[in-house]
């Protein structure tokens, strides 16, 4: 955060999880009010998306009983809702500013100019396009675009897998936004590690305007699990 405030870059925290309602988990309930706090004390803005997600059944906007992530309908309501957010700091703007030889060759994890139709064994294919920086996009980033900055981090809830690359949120909001530039650099199982090093190694370079940071209750267990020990 002090990164971000020293570049005028304006962070939201989304608490975006499928673990809602009669699918919520003992680490979404006992993890989102510390979270939360912190939130407040570093002047973050939290926006929890739950009472939204939960007004659907799992049925409707997953893939669930095959897989918990969001399906197309999923990834519409967010969409939605990031809109939202969107709308209320569409004027926002931050001081980065790098020349093209600054920049990294990469500015996400994903093998770069890929084109394929994956499952993940789950028997849900979907079409995965990554651009030539190696982000979930069906183009390559626009330094030229003199338009709002939006950069979606987070974890697989941004990453929307078992879905195309055009029914996911990056798409569908560019489509909403042509002057904006919408970027995404979401991976499965990123957590607070993550992406902290992802900004200041690689996307910091996006120049974003505006970070909407998807996360919830799953940071906690995955730093103890799967970085500490």
Same mark, same amino acid.
């Given at each position: ?108 994890? /994903?093998? #770069?100019?890929?084109? =394929?139709?994956?499952?993940? %064994?789950?028997? +849900? $294919?979907?079409?995965?396009? &990554? ?74 370079? /996006?120049? #974003?305007?505006?970070? =909407?940071?998807?996360?919830? %209750?799953?940071? +906690? $267990?995955?730093?103890?699990? &799967?970085?500490?020990?």
């Amino acid at each position: 955060k002090s990164r971000l405030d020293k570049n005028n870059v304006m962070l939201v925290y989304c608490w975006i999880t499928t673990e809602v309602g009669v699918s919520r988990t003992v680490v979404q309930r006992e993890t989102k009010d510390f979270i939360r706090k912190i939130c407040q004390e570093n002047n973050i803005e939290f926006v929890d998306f739950s009472e939204l997600i939960a007004q659907y059944t799992p049925t409707e906007v997953t893939h669930m009983p095959v897989d918990g992530h969001f399906n197309e309908k999923g990834a519409e309501i967010i969409t939605e809702k990031l809109k939202e957010i969107i709308d209320t700091h569409t004027n926002h703007r931050s001081n980065l500013s790098f020349q093209a030889a600054e920049r990294p060759s990469l500015f996400g994890e /994903l093998d #770069p100019s890929e084109d =394929l139709v994956i499952d993940g %064994g789950k028997n +849900l $294919p979907y079409r995965l396009i &990554t651009n030539n920086s190696g982000m979930r996009m069906s183009r390559a980033v626009r330094f030229n675009n003199t338009g709002q900055r939006v950069l979606l981090m987070g974890d697989s809830g941004f990453y929307f897998p078992f879905i195309d690359n055009d029914e996911t949120a990056t798409a569908l909001l560019q489509a909403q936004y042509p002057d904006k530039e919408i970027m995404n650099v979401a991976n499965y199982a990123y957590t607070i590690t993550d992406y902290l090093t992802q900004y200041q190694e690689r996307a910091q370079y /996006l120049e #974003p305007d505006l970070i =909407l940071l998807q996360a919830s %209750g799953d940071d +906690l $267990p995955d730093l103890f699990f &799967t970085h500490q020990q």
